[in-house]
């Protein structure tokens, strides 16, 4: 049903929502951008299977985004939990539209020399394994409804190095290459995939890469984050209801020519 409202001439004006009718798994959605994220889905129209592998939050999360919203509990590292979401999702709705490859984790930070192989190995197994097996369960259900759009949550470490963030940088350029190769092989099935790829922004993962980077040093956090800050020509962080805002428009029939691409979103830090 569109949206209706009225304007100062008291004439009754009707929009469409953007996601109306659509169906969309979100994945790490229990907080930060996958919050937000699914947060305006719902707001623009959309049903939403939030997924998380922390079940309280996504409890609390479901109550207050109503009944247009549902949860299940997922660990994207693990093929039989993508294929629940997909089919519970498929149960619930109908259905999948709109499938967001947000779940990841920023590892450690520290030197390639001193980086241990079992940190390095879980955000791997996260950050791209979890990525690849959504897609491979993901598509062909939105194939299966004549077409719809893939959102992977990259970065801006997807386009460019950072020090001491080995395994978080390989795995968001990685994440790029399965965006590219998904795009080409299910672009004849009308499935658009492209990536968002943000700069800093206000979340616990940025909260803890401050203190990591700080040595553990709440107070040195604050400086990194000032650090952080000073190197971004818009002089600030993200917000996650930014990143959101870029979502939707990859979600909705708006952006029907688009796929492929990585859509950076870095308050200019890029540009410099």
């Known amino acids: 049903m569109p949206a209706c409202f009225l304007i100062k001439m008291k004439v009754l004006t009707c929009a469409m929502l953007r996601l109306e009718n659509k169906v969309a798994l979100v994945t790490g959605a229990a907080m930060g951008i996958g919050l937000a994220i699914s947060r305006r889905f719902i707001q623009e129209g959309a049903r939403v299977l939030l997924s998380d592998i922390n079940e ?19 660990d994207v590292s693990r093929a039989a939990d993508n294929e629940a979401m997909v ?7 109908g259905g999948l539209d709109i499938f967001v490859a947000n779940a990841g984790i920023e590892g450690k930070v520290l030197p390639i ?3 241990d192989e079992e940190t390095f190995d879980r955000v ?12 491979k369960y993901a598509l062909p259900a939105i ?8 959102i992977i949550l990259s970065s801006l470490a997807g386009v460019i190095g950072a020090p001491g963030f080995s395994a978080y940088v390989a795995s968001k350029h990685a994440e790029i290459g ?5 795009a080409l092989e299910f672009a004849a099935y009308g499935v658009r995939v492209n990536t968002i790829n943000p700069g800093p922004v206000e979340t616990r993962m940025m909260r803890s890469i401050e203190t990591m980077a700080a040595g553990g040093d709440p107070q040195g956090a604050v400086q990194v ?28 029939d708006e952006s029907s020519y688009i796929t492929g691409q990585e859509h950076i979103i870095d308050g200019g830090r890029r540009a410099g």
Not at 225 to 251: D, G, N, S, W
Request: aromatic residues 8%.
């Open 87 to 93: 089919r519970r999702v498929q149960e619930l709705f």
């Open 56 to 74: 309280e939050a996504l409890r609390q999360v479901v109550q207050e985004l109503g009944e247009r919203a549902a949860y299940i509990v997922a």
């Open 143 to 150: 194939a299966a409804r004549g077409g719809g759009s893939v």
């Open 113 to 115: 020399p001193q980086y």
């Open 124 to 135: 791997m197994a996260v950050n791209v394994k979890g990525v690849w097996l959504g897609l």
């Open 225 to 252: 984050k000032a650090q952080f800050e000073a190197t971004l020509p818009l002089k600030r962080y993200a917000k996650p209801e930014e990143v959101a805002a870029l979502a939707v428009f990859l979600a909705s």
């Open 178 to 182: 399965l965006m590219r190769t998904a």
